[in-house]
């Protein structure tokens, strides 16, 4: 007879896989997912990432030459969704994710699998690390989220996402809000089609919706206000990690890799406008576009202290008190120790 605490992480799992866009039954999803690693070369390195600005550091690292410098071969994985990501951590088909993956998804695989991962960096963001916004059409009247009430509202796919633009609404005055789940790359096609009144949504989404004509920014650091309290508070919405299994297998190569994700941040922080050419390969931006492109703030795994980890635990607070997590999770105990 299974216990308690198996129900709940089997629930938990359940909600995870619910979010996910991993639906497809367990046949589907070895077959269409577990191909990357199988193919994977004896010594290659697979970092799984979603298409944001937040993946910067991955993109960079790997377009510049930094992880083969340090002698590593790392290759790049595209997934659909956060959720996508941690589900391969999980099941071994990535050995880590890049900045990007919402930290929400992360702390319910930690929870679904105790130990999967430790944090190497993550990405604050804030109304001046612009990275969290929302959205409305060119032609919209609101002026503030408040004025949207009664209005189709959309949010990006995935627990964090959904439970984030919920957060937002019912701050701003919405009773029992509803969000519609939208891939990002249809975020600005739907606001300009009309589908949609206004969405919470992630860079570049609000740079290629201005610079198109598609939408406008009605606010950025949505996170930070209205979820955190605190508009100027950096929200660790998303993070860079590597599975336990690959720390465990190869500390030599992990610290390595640490070392080196290391090297691509601080080459963003010294010279963002040449770091942001990379954000056109690897997102839905127009390369003419990437110096529009806001920069979200990066912080590797020894900066992850004080106030850092304080704004970090009280996000993860926010999904046990939300229930969104069957317990809560110490974000000191994810955080890679060199």
């Known amino acids: 007879m299974r216990n308690d605490n198996q129900d709940k992480i089997n629930a938990q799992r359940r909600q995870l896989m619910k979010y996910s866009a991993l639906t ?3 046949i ?3 077959g269409m997912l577990a191909s990357p690693a199988a193919r994977a070369a004896d010594d290659e390195i697979l970092i799984g990432y979603w298409p944001i600005v937040g993946g910067l550091p991955l993109y960079v690292g790997v377009e510049k030459g930094i992880f083969k410098q340090a002698g ?6 595209k997934f659909a969704s956060p959720q996508q990501v941690v589900e391969a951590m999980i099941t071994g088909r990535i050995h880590g994710c890049a900045n990007g993956t ?7 695989g930690a929870i679904t699998s105790p130990d999967l991962f430790k944090i190497i960096c993550s990405n604050p963001s804030n109304a001046k690390m612009v990275l969290d916004e929302f959205l409305v059409p060119v032609n919209s009247t609101a002026k503030t989220i408040g004025d949207l009430k009664g209005k189709r509202i959309a949010c990006g796919p995935g627990i964090q996402n959904v439970t984030m633009a919920k957060i937002i609404l019912e701050k701003n005055g919405f009773s029992d809000p509803k969000v519609i789940e939208l891939p990002v790359g249809q ?3 739907s606001l300009a089609a009309g ?3 206004g969405v919470y949504t992630l860079e570049p989404t609000g740079t290629v919706a201005r610079m198109k004509g598609m939408g406008k920014v009605l606010e950025t650091g949505v996170i930070a206000k209205y979820v955190l309290g605190d508009a100027s508070a950096p929200w660790f919405g998303g993070a860079a990690a590597l599975t336990s299994t690959f720390i465990n297998a190869d500390k030599t190569r992990a610290q390595k890799l640490a070392d080196a994700y290391g090297e691509a941040v601080k080459f963003i922080q010294q010279q963002p406008d040449e770091a942001r050419q990379y954000v056109a390969g690897y997102t839905s931006i127009d390369a003419a576009l990437v110096k529009e492109v806001p920069l979200p703030g990066f912080v590797m795994y020894d900066q992850l202290n004080g106030e850092n980890l304080q704004w970090f635990q009280k996000f993860y607070d926010v999904f046990t008190e939300r229930k969104i997590f069957s317990k809560p999770l110490d974000v000191a105990t994810l955080i890679y120790k060199a």
């Open 102 to 108: 919402a930290t929400g998804a992360l702390g319910l």
């Open 28 to 30: 589907a999803l070895s």
């Open 195 to 197: 589908q949609i009144d």
């Open 24 to 26: 497809l039954g367990g």
């Open 187 to 189: 975020h600005a096609p």
């Open 72 to 77: 590593l071969n790392v290759r790049a994985v």
